[in-house]
């Protein structure tokens, strides 16, 4: 059984970083693409970014476009979501997801996803 965990949460001021931290337990790592996704009080999930297996294609929601960006450590077994010039609206529960497929084409809907992590909170304010 896959298991995540999501890291590195937490209150942050208006306009500055922060980067979170997916941890999978399980060797063939590798072969899954991983999804990041948030949930703000009262609001649906909403993909944020996803990477495939290899790392060689990535993809944003417009809303966080040209400043967060993901990426992946496989002898780590880690993705990374670094989020730059946070804004108050970025505030949600982050999650990390993981598909056994390599590359997920509409991977910014959560229904394509297998696995999910318990979630960290991001909290932006100043």
């Known amino acids: 059984q896959l298991q995540l965990v999501e890291s590195g949460g937490g209150l942050v001021q208006p306009g500055g970083p922060l980067r979170l931290s997916c941890a999978a337990s399980l060797f063939t790592f590798d072969y899954y693409a991983i999804g990041w996704f948030r949930q703000a009080p009262g609001k649906e999930r909403e993909g944020v970014s996803c990477i495939s297996s290899s790392g060689s294609s990535t993809k944003y929601a417009d809303s966080v476009k040209g400043r967060f960006t993901i990426s992946r450590d496989n002898a780590k077994n880690t993705v990374y979501l670094q989020m730059n010039s946070l804004k108050p609206e970025d505030t949600a529960v982050y999650y990390c997801?993981?598909?056994?497929?390599?590359?997920?084409?509409?991977?910014?809907?959560?229904?394509?996803?297998?696995?999910w992590g318990q979630g960290t909170q991001v909290t932006v304010s100043s």
């Open positions: 997801a993981a598909s056994r497929l390599s590359l997920v084409r509409r991977c910014l809907e959560a229904e394509e996803w297998d696995s």
